[in-house]
């Protein structure tokens, strides 16, 4: 688990120069932590792992310590719905990219 990194991922720096062309920072510090915000037209970028945030194509429960993978992903789920309601009502846009969409 210490090898597992929460900023600059391989998903995360596959886009990275795109995102800055379009006006967008690279991991600002504000509320659940986006990975891409422009301010000026008030859009969020969140760059999902598809087992860290459990997707529906790609995510495979792990065969060993179930209780605690299921509580952590699940926790994962809430969390992100928690953050675009968040931003939802700010009236910002939220968009999610599933690491398999960058492949």
């Known amino acids: 688990m210490s090898r597992v990194r929460s900023v600059k991922t391989g998903p995360e720096l596959k886009i990275k120069r795109v995102m800055k062309l379009l006006g967008f920072a690279y991991q600002p510090k504000m ?39 299921d509580a952590k992903v699940k926790r994962n789920v809430a969390r992100d719905k928690e953050i675009n309601t968040f931003y939802r009502k700010a009236n910002w846009q939220v968009k999610r990219i599933w690491e398999h969409e960058l492949k």
């Open 31 to 69: 509320r659940g932590k986006p990975d891409f915000a422009n301010k000026k037209a008030k859009i969020v970028v969140f760059v999902d792992g598809c087992f860290w945030h459990k997707c529906l194509k790609h995510y495979r429960r792990p065969s060993s310590h179930r209780a605690y993978w």
